[in-house]
């Protein structure tokens, strides 16, 4: 059974950091296209990082670049997201997703694999 578990959500205050990381089990997930999205209260599950699994490359929304960062440890099984000079508008509940696909993939369409979500909240 493939399953994706998140963790290291939390408050903060704005400017402050958390890295998140989301555990992969049931399936190997190393050949996986890997990515991060999040959903505040009352709008839509939006994309916010990716890194592809065969050839790796990372993608990011505009409003995260340069302050997040993806991972992945393969041996591992674990995804990172670094997130640094948080901002009150990145609370959400942040979620884990697996996609077989070659490229990025920016819409919840895209990924097969979920997992539960870990509420990140910054205080202003």
């Known amino acids: 059974q493939a399953q994706l578990v998140e963790s290291g959500g939390g408050l903060v205050q704005a400017g402050g950091s958390l890295r998140l990381s989301c555990a992969a089990s049931?399936?190997?997930?190393?050949?996986?296209?890997m990515a991060w999205f999040r959903q505040a209260p009352g709008k839509e599950r939006e994309f916010v990082a990716t890194?592809?699994?065969?050839?790796?490359?990372?993608y990011y929304t505009n409003s995260v670049k340069g302050r997040f960062t993806i991972s992945r440890d393969n041996g591992k099984n674990m995804v990172y997201l670094q997130m640094n000079s948080l901002k009150p508008e990145d609370t959400a509940i942040y979620y884990c997703?697996?996609?077989?696909?070659?490229?990025?993939?920016?819409?919840?369409?895209?990924?097969?694999?979920w997992g539960q979500g870990t509420q990140v909240t910054v205080s202003s």
């Open positions: 049931g399936v190997n997930f190393n050949p996986y296209t």
């Open positions: 997703a697996a996609g077989q696909r070659i490229g990025p993939g920016y819409y919840p369409r895209d990924y097969r694999y």
């Open positions: 890194l592809s699994g065969v050839i790796p490359k990372t």
